[in-house]
C-alpha cells in the first residue's frame, strides 16, 4: 500500500495563475480532505468528502475548488492563485468510527 | 466554538530529561482526541486517541492521558529522535469526521 500519494511535492505560481493539486490513496477509505498547514496554526480544513460524488466546505474553503469522482481520488484545484494561499497542503483520508486519519506528505506551494 | 489550544509552543530537553506537552480543548460532545506526530517536511503521522477522561495511552515513551478540559502527553527519558513537532486535535459530538487541531509544540531533545 502506498498509503496517500500528494503531488506536486513542491509548486511555484504567480498571482491569477491555476492548478490542480493531487491526492490519491489506496486504502478504500470513504473520507478525504484538504488542509492548509501554515506557521503558528493548526491545521485549518478547506474541503472535505465523504464519498465519491459527494464534497463540503471546510473552515477555510474560498478560492478552492474539489470533485470527487472515484473513492481514491480527491484534487484540489486553485481558481487563481493569491499571494494569501502561499501554504502547505496536506490531503488525508480516513475510514470508520475510530477516525483516524492518514496524511500525504504535503504539498509546498508558493504564490509570487 | 471549539478550540484547541496547544503549550508551550516549543520545548527544549536534554536527553533523558522527562516532561509533558499540554493541550487544552473546549468542545461540545467530545468523541475523541487525538495526538500526532509530525516530523519536518512530512504529514501528520497518528500516535493515539483517547476516548474519555481517565484514560491513558502508551506506546514506547510516550504516555497520553486525558481529563474533561485537557490531555498531556508524557514523555519519559526521551531520545533525539523523538524530536518532532506534537499536533493535538479534538472531534466534536456532531461531526463524524472533521477535527479541530491546535497549533503543536515543538520538541527538541539535544543529545
Known amino acids: 500500500n502506498a498509503g496517500v500519494t500528494q503531488t506536486p511535492k513542491f509548486q511555484v505560481l504567480k498571482t491569477g495563475q491555476s492548478m490542480t493539486l493531487q491526492c490519491a490513496q489506496d486504502?478504500?477509505?470513504?473520507?478525504m480532505s484538504w488542509y492548509r498547514q501554515d506557521p503558528g496554526m493548526g491545521l485549518r480544513l478547506i474541503h472535505y468528502?465523504?464519498?465519491?460524488?459527494?464534497?463540503d466546505q471546510g473552515e477555510v474553503p474560498n478560492g478552492y475548488n474539489v470533485s470527487r469522482s472515484t473513492t481514491e481520488d480527491f484534487p484540489l484545484r486553485l481558481l487563481s492563485a493569491a499571494p494569501s494561499q502561499t501554504s502547505v497542503y496536506f490531503c488525508a483520508s480516513g475510514r470508520g468510527a475510530k477516525n483516524i486519519q492518514y496524511f500525504g506528505a504535503g504539498t509546498r506551494l508558493s504564490v509570487l | 466554538e471549539d478550540q484547541v489550544t496547544q503549550s508551550p509552543e516549543a520545548l527544549r530537553l536534554q536527553e533523558g530529561e522527562s516532561s509533558s506537552l499540554n493541550c487544552s480543548y473546549t468542545?461540545?460532545?467530545?468523541?475523541?482526541l487525538f495526538w500526532y506526530r509530525q516530523d519536518p517536511g512530512k504529514g501528520p503521522e497518528f500516535l493515539f486517541t483517547?476516548?474519555?477522561?481517565?484514560e491513558e495511552k502508551e506506546k514506547e515513551r510516550l504516555k497520553a492521558t486525558l481529563t474533561k478540559k485537557e490531555s498531556f502527553l508524557h514523555i519519559t527519558a526521551p531520545k533525539p529522535e523523538d524530536s518532532a513537532t506534537y499536533l493535538c486535535a479534538v472531534q466534536g459530538g456532531d461531526s463524524n469526521y472533521q477535527l479541530i487541531w491546535g497549533a503543536g509544540t515543538k520538541l527538541i531533545i539535544k543529545p
Open positions: 486504502m478504500n477509505h470513504e473520507y
Open positions: 468542545v461540545s460532545g467530545l468523541r475523541g
Open positions: 468528502s465523504v464519498g465519491a460524488g459527494i464534497t
Open positions: 483517547l476516548y474519555s477522561a481517565g
